[in-house]
């Protein structure tokens, strides 16, 4: 398996600021995804990135809050916009290599608090 | 929503005693998932049992599934104090493009 950092690991953001979060693998990933977990929840899904096109949001989430890039095979952002307490969440990317096309690989996740 | 149900939501245990976990989910799935997460941080993979499978160890985990019922459970023998964390099933469509996570049993190993 490769490796995944992801950055911030935690933040702490004032209510209608937005924050980046980062996601770099050291090496070519078929697909990267990101997940939401709030405080004392399951994982959901956000989005998958999809290299060099808009990312596919799962129901419920939107690209105007949470904006997602992903210039290359081994690198995605994303943006939690506008930000209220409400999303207060562990953010996590997930990667999927083709080598183990049903195994998840995740980041250390970054957990954001909004004040 | 797809998302599984796991039992117990916590559990306690001393060391050297087992913990099963169960998981049930709604509908018809390719594999099914258990992964391990640390103090909120990201998660592990523990191991994956397919469709077709009825039983899957792998060192001290057993995992079983049960199509019929639409359930799964993770059976830890031996429990350890690093064993503590949250446990998670989760089913996907044949790819891990779709995973959808279970709502977890928090374990806690203590000496």
């Known amino acids: 398996s490769a490796v995944i950092s992801q950055k911030p690991s935690r933040d702490i953001c004032q209510r209608g600021t937005s924050l980046t979060i980062q996601c770099q693998v050291d090496s070519q990933v078929t697909m990267m995804f990101w997940y939401r977990q709030q405080p004392g929840q399951s994982l959901t899904l956000i989005a998958t990135?999809?290299?060099?096109?808009?990312?596919?949001?799962e129901s419920g989430f939107v690209i105007d809050k949470f904006p997602i890039s992903r210039p290359n095979l081994t690198f995605s952002t994303l943006t939690v916009s506008n930000m209220s307490p409400e999303d207060s969440s562990i953010y996590l990317c997930?990667?999927?290599?083709?080598?183990?096309?049903?195994?998840?690989?995740f980041g250390q996740g970054t957990r954001l608090t909004v004040v | 929503s797809q998302q599984g149900e796991e039992d117990p939501q916590a559990l306690s245990i001393q060391e050297g005693e087992n913990a099963t976990m169960n998981c049930s989910y709604k509908t018809s799935i390719n594999n099914l998932q258990w992964y391990r997460q640390n103090s909120g941080r990201g998660l592990v993979h523990l191991i994956l049992?397919?469709?077709?499978?009825r039983e899957k160890h792998s060192g001290r985990l057993r995992v079983t599934l049960d199509t019929s019922k639409k359930s799964s459970s993770l059976l830890i023998t031996a429990s350890r104090a690093a064993d503590t964390a949250s446990y998670f099933c989760?089913?996907?469509?044949?790819?891990?493009?779709?995973?959808?996570f279970g709502t977890g049993t928090r374990l806690q190993v203590t000496l």
């Open positions: 997930s990667v999927q290599w083709a080598g183990a096309p049903t195994e998840a690989f």
């Open positions: 049992i397919r469709s077709n499978e």
């Open positions: 989760a089913t996907d469509d044949g790819t891990a493009s779709k995973l959808t």
């Open positions: 990135a999809n290299q060099g096109s808009e990312a596919t949001y």
